[in-house]
């Protein structure tokens, strides 16, 4: 719970200090599919980034990390967040065609992690990445470098 309502403090106050060396490291496909995300969303992945930056991931892990949520588009709102978290994963959407309102929100949470693997594929990242994103989406907890890419998501 606390983990919540701490990722609803990161929501509210954006911080994107920082981006632009961060993600240098992104090519420019990556970096415009990165540029397209809410800011809430670029700086929580900024933080991911960081705190994996911080254990000297290699760069294919800060790569995964900087677009693990490539899949929200923009108009994912806080509202469809708290939704998603409470009952996304009881309702089963189809993630085509895209839905307006209250159901587009919850298409959102349950189909972002396919969505942004898709996108993060047709951007041209590594395979190394790519295979950490794909399994990232199991959302069981994993030993290794995928582990510390959930906790360090976990941590808002």
């Not at 509210?12 to 961060?22: F, K, S, V």
């Not at 892990?61 to 490539?70: N, S």
Request: charged share 20%; aromatic share 8%.
């Amino acid at each position: 719970m606390v983990g919540r309502v701490r990722q609803v403090w990161f929501y509210l106050r954006p911080d994107l200090a920082g981006e632009a060396d961060r993600i240098a490291i992104l090519n420019p496909a990556q970096q415009a599919l990165f540029r397209g995300l809410a800011l809430q969303d670029r700086a929580h992945a900024l933080r991911v980034a960081g705190r994996l930056a911080g254990q000297d991931a290699p760069p294919y892990v800060i790569e995964a990390a900087l677009l693990h949520d490539c899949g929200k588009p923009p108009e994912f709102t806080l509202v469809g967040r708290i939704l998603g978290v409470l009952v996304g994963s009881w309702l089963d959407l189809p993630g085509q065609p895209a839905e307006t309102g209250i159901r587009r929100q919850l298409q959102i949470y349950r189909w972002h992690d396919e969505w942004g693997l898709e996108a993060a594929q047709r951007a041209g990242t590594s395979d190394e990445a790519l295979a950490l994103l794909e399994a990232y989406q199991a959302k069981t907890p994993q030993p290794g470098w995928l582990g510390r890419l959930q906790v360090a998501d976990d941590l808002g």
